[in-house]
């Protein structure tokens, strides 16, 4: 199995020009890129839903559970985690890492 946090690496430059925004945003790319391993990470929290990686790979588990898990981790950063991180940069790279 690949390194999960490599997929982003594989999605990214479908951004037109490299811009976050546009047709394709970078933030829901990289959440549908890392969707499918989910289960696995979730194992060491809720015991149980390493099984549930097997269906996040299957043609059926695409198109529902992972759009959901996406969507999921999409609202977390866009509605937790954006603001405090990119308050953490520093200035020269907040203003461009605001657009995420």
Not at 24 to 29: D, G, K, M, T
Not at 42 to 69: K, N, Q
Not at 75 to 95: F, N, Q, T
Request: charged share 10%; net charge negative.
């Amino acid at each position: 199995m690949p390194f999960t946090f490599s997929h982003p690496a594989a999605v990214l430059p479908l951004l037109p020009g490299g811009r976050p925004r546009g047709p394709l945003v970078a933030s829901a790319l990289v959440a549908g890129s890392l969707a499918p391993d989910v289960p696995y990470f979730t194992e060491s929290l809720v015991h149980g839903t390493f099984r549930y990686g097997e269906f996040t790979h299957s043609l059926l588990g695409v198109p529902t559970a992972d759009v959901a898990i996406a969507a999921l981790l999409a609202a977390g950063w866009h509605w937790l985690l954006r603001e405090p991180l990119v308050a953490l940069l520093p200035a020269a790279w907040a203003d461009a890492a605001d657009a995420l």
